[in-house]
C-alpha cells in the first residue's frame, strides 16, 4: 500500500514537473524571440530589458537566459546579463528560410527596382508581425523597413497578415494605408493550404504616392506570384508513414525539455513534418513531442497548417539571420579582413548588395604599396557593372532576371561582360579583375554565405598592379579564405 501510495505520488510529481518545464520552454521561446527580432540581434540587451518586455521576474529570465545561452540560442553580450543572439538560432533561421531565400531577394530586388522604393516581406510570429526581409530604395529621402522592425496594428501589412484566401475563391488582396509621410501597400503570400504565410509590402513616401501606389501595387503583386510559386515547389513533404511506435521508455528522456525542442526545431528547419515523424526522427515519445510542440506554438516559433496534424516553423524567423548579417560583417568580420589584408600586403574591403548596387560595410585601407593610397569607399554605393565585387554578388541571379534589372542602365556589351564574369566566379568560387586602365589596380573576390547558403557579400582583396600580377594565385587563395572564414561567422 505504502509503496502504491508511493508511486501515486511520484506520477502526480512528474506530471507537475512536465508541466513546469513545458511552461518553461514556452518562456524560453519568448525571451529569444524578444532578443532575435530587433533590427541589430547581435547588440546586448539586459535580461532585465527582457524581463520587462515578457512581465516576468528579473530572476526567473535570468535562469532561463542561462538555459538558452547553454543551448547557442543566445550567447553573453559582452557586459554581465546581457545577451545576443546565439549561434544555434543563427543556423536555425537560415536553414529554415533556405528554400525561399533566393526567390524572396529576387522578387524584392525586382520590386525595388520597379518602383524605386523600399520592398519588404514581414511576417507574423505569435501575436506580432515583424519585417523578415528588405530591399532599400535608391532614392537619397525614402521610406525604411529594416529586418527585425516590429509592425504597427492598423497598418497595410498589419491588415496583411490576417488574410486567408480559401483555396479557388480568386487572389489574395491588396491593402493600402497612409500616414502623415509613408504610404504601405501589402498584399499576403498565401501557401498552397490558403494559409497566409508572410506579407509582401513596398513603402514610399507621400509625395510620391500619386504615380508610386500604382506601380506599388502591380509590384506587390507580381513579387507575391513570384515567392507562392517558389514555395509550392520547395515545401517539404511531411513524414507520413502513419501511426508512431512509441517506444516504451523514450530514449533521451533525461534530456531537458530545452535541449528536446532545439532537436524539434531542428527537425523542421528542414521542413514541415507531423508530431509523429518529428518522434520518429528525433526518437523522442510523441506525448513529449506534442507538449513541447504546444509550447512552441503559444511563443510563436512553430505554427499548423490547415492540413490535420502538420506543423512547421514561421516565417517570423526567417529574419533572425538576415538581420545579424551586417552588424557581424561590421565588427568581428571586420578584424578578419584587416589580418588578410595585412597578412597579403593588399586592401581590404567587404561589399553588399543595396538594391541591384553595391555598398561597402568594411574596408581596410592600409598603405601596403609604399605610399600609394586608396580612396576611401565605406558607406559609398557603386553599380553592380563596374564594381569589382558586383559579379560576386549577383552571382545567384539568372542572366534573364539580371536583364530585366540591368539592360536598360548599361550598354548590352556591359552586361554580357557581366554574365561572363558571373559564370567565371561561380566555376572557381573567385574572380579576379585587372583594372589596368584604372589607375593599374587587381581586385579579387570571393562569395560570403549566409546561414540560409545565400550570397550575402563579397570578400575583396585589391592591390597595385605591379606588386599583386605575379602573386595572383596566392591573392586568390587569400580571399577564397577570408570568404571562407567570414561565412563561418555568418553560419
Request: glycine share 12%; proline share 5%; hydrophobic share 40%.
Amino acid at each position: 500500500m505504502q509503496s502504491r501510495r508511493r508511486g501515486i505520488v511520484d506520477s502526480a510529481v512528474l506530471r507537475g514537473t512536465r508541466i513546469t518545464m513545458t511552461a518553461q520552454v514556452e518562456v524560453a521561446l519568448r525571451v529569444l524571440r524578444t532578443v532575435a527580432e530587433r533590427p541589430d540581434p547581435t547588440s546586448p540587451l539586459g535580461s532585465g530589458d527582457v524581463a520587462r518586455v515578457l512581465g516576468e521576474s528579473p530572476s526567473r529570465i535570468s535562469r532561463v537566459c542561462a538555459e538558452l545561452e547553454r543551448t547557442g540560442l543566445i550567447a553573453g553580450g559582452g557586459r554581465y546579463g546581457s545577451h545576443g543572439l546565439g549561434r544555434e538560432a543563427v543556423r536555425l533561421s537560415g536553414r529554415a528560410a533556405a528554400p525561399v531565400a533566393r526567390s524572396v531577394r529576387y522578387a524584392l530586388t525586382l520590386a525595388a527596382q520597379y518602383t524605386g522604393e523600399t520592398a519588404c516581406v514581414a511576417a507574423r510570429a505569435g501575436d506580432s508581425v515583424h519585417i523578415s526581409a528588405s530591399v532599400g530604395s535608391e532614392w537619397t529621402l525614402h521610406a525604411s523597413a529594416d529586418v527585425g522592425e516590429r509592425i504597427a496594428n492598423g497598418t497595410a501589412i498589419a491588415d496583411a497578415a490576417t488574410e486567408r484566401t480559401d483555396l479557388g475563391d480568386g487572389a489574395p488582396r491588396v491593402f493600402e494605408s497612409r500616414s502623415a509621410s509613408v504610404v504601405e501597400v501589402a498584399t499576403p503570400i498565401i501557401g498552397p493550404d490558403g494559409e497566409c504565410v508572410a506579407v509582401v509590402a513596398v513603402r514610399l513616401p507621400t509625395h510620391r504616392a500619386t504615380g508610386g501606389v500604382p506601380r506599388a501595387r502591380r509590384a506587390v503583386v507580381a513579387a507575391r506570384r513570384r515567392i507562392e510559386s517558389m514555395i509550392g515547389r520547395a515545401r517539404r513533404a511531411p513524414d507520413d508513414r502513419g501511426p508512431v511506435d512509441v517506444p516504451s521508455r523514450d530514449r533521451s528522456r533525461s534530456e531537458p525539455a530545452l535541449d528536446a525542442t532545439v532537436r524539434i526545431l531542428g527537425r523542421l528547419a528542414e521542413g514541415a513534418d507531423t508530431p509523429a515523424g518529428i518522434a520518429r526522427s528525433t526518437g523522442l515519445r510523441l506525448d513529449r513531442v506534442q507538449r513541447l510542440l504546444d509550447a512552441g506554438i503559444r511563443a510563436g516559433v512553430v505554427e499548423t497548417r490547415s492540413d490535420a496534424g502538420i506543423v512547421e516553423l514561421g516565417w517570423g524567423i526567417h529574419g533572425w539571420h538576415r538581420s545579424a548579417t551586417v552588424p557581424v560583417l561590421t565588427s568581428t568580420g571586420a578584424e578578419l579582413v584587416a589580418e588578410a589584408a595585412a597578412d597579403a600586403g593588399v586592401f581590404g574591403f567587404i561589399t553588399i548588395l543595396k538594391g541591384i548596387r553595391s555598398f561597402t560595410v568594411v574596408e581596410e585601407l592600409g598603405s601596403p604599396d609604399g605610399g600609394i593610397v586608396m580612396m576611401p569607399w565605406l558607406g559609398r554605393p557603386h553599380p553592380v557593372i563596374g564594381s569589382d565585387g558586383g559579379p560576386t554578388l549577383v552571382m545567384e541571379f539568372q542572366p534573364d532576371d539580371l536583364a530585366g534589372l540591368l539592360q536598360k542602365r548599361h550598354p548590352a556589351h556591359e552586361f554580357e561582360l557581366l554574365v561572363e564574369r558571373i559564370r567565371e566566379v561561380t566555376r572557381a568560387g573567385v574572380i579576379t579583375i585587372d583594372s589596368d586602365h584604372d589607375a593599374g589596380l587587381i581586385s579579387v573576390s570571393a562569395p560570403i554565405r549566409d546561414a540560409s547558403g545565400a550570397v550575402a557579400g563579397a570578400a575583396c582583396l585589391t592591390g597595385g598592379t605591379d606588386s599583386v600580377r605575379h602573386r595572383r594565385s596566392e591573392i586568390e587563395d587569400a580571399t577564397r579564405a577570408l570568404a571562407g572564414r567570414l561565412s563561418d561567422l555568418l553560419r
